[in-house]
């Protein structure tokens, strides 16, 4: 700990520091104040808001951009954002797509039992972790809106034929139609039962039918009209379709490998 003569010397050094600092700000707005009269505008700018700034914080100003050729108007400070408007083909992309995403998680749980391949391994974990996230940032949106996460009819075939409960959905309704590229109860059937090279095959096949229908359900949101137009639903959407034309290649690539 510092002794009292330290303490001392330390608030010495601070107040000094502070005040020369302060002195020398005077002295120098002393000598712009003898510039010719051209400058004395500028000059009482700078010292002026200089002055301003140490001694008084900003207030927070809150400005609407005017339209093109309009000036922007200044806000309340209470004003509060808004969320945009959604259209129903929005709420329905989403709740689709966390269908969607929940299979390829499905799908990617049996790898670690089903095949030794470690390429298939690490793309299989990276679809994985991706898509669990999209999950809950797909949840989140719906929720911020008071839209449920599922559609009326929320619950799914899945490989065994059965009813199984996806994450965050409510499954008290009956079996829904597939999203576009989903897997049918079969193939996920045929999926389980294989192993080794076998599976890796169908999963790559499978995959790249599941990561297609992605991109069609992303091509129907924005060939609806007024949908896609959210901001962060635009951003996920263009996203995914980026993602997965790119996981797509890499597992054509995989395909091409294989005797």
Known sequence: MFSYAAKWKLWRFRRE????SAR?????????AGLPAWASAVTGFFCSSAGVQQTAPATPVVVQPGAPGKPSKVLPTSTRATLPPRSQADVEFMQGMIMHHAQAVEMTALIASHTENKDLGSLGAKISSSQSDEIKFMQRWLAARGEPVSMASSSMKTSTGSTQEMP???????????MPGMLTPEQMEELRKAKGAEFDHLFLTGMIQHHNGALIMVKDLFDTAGAGQDAELFNFATDVDTGQRAEIKIMQTMLEKKP
């Open 24 to 32: 020398g700000f005077a002295v120098l707005c002393g000598m712009l």
């Open 17 to 20: 520091r502070k005040f020369n």
């Open 168 to 178: 965050g959905m409510d499954m008290s309704h009956a079996t829904m139609a597939l």
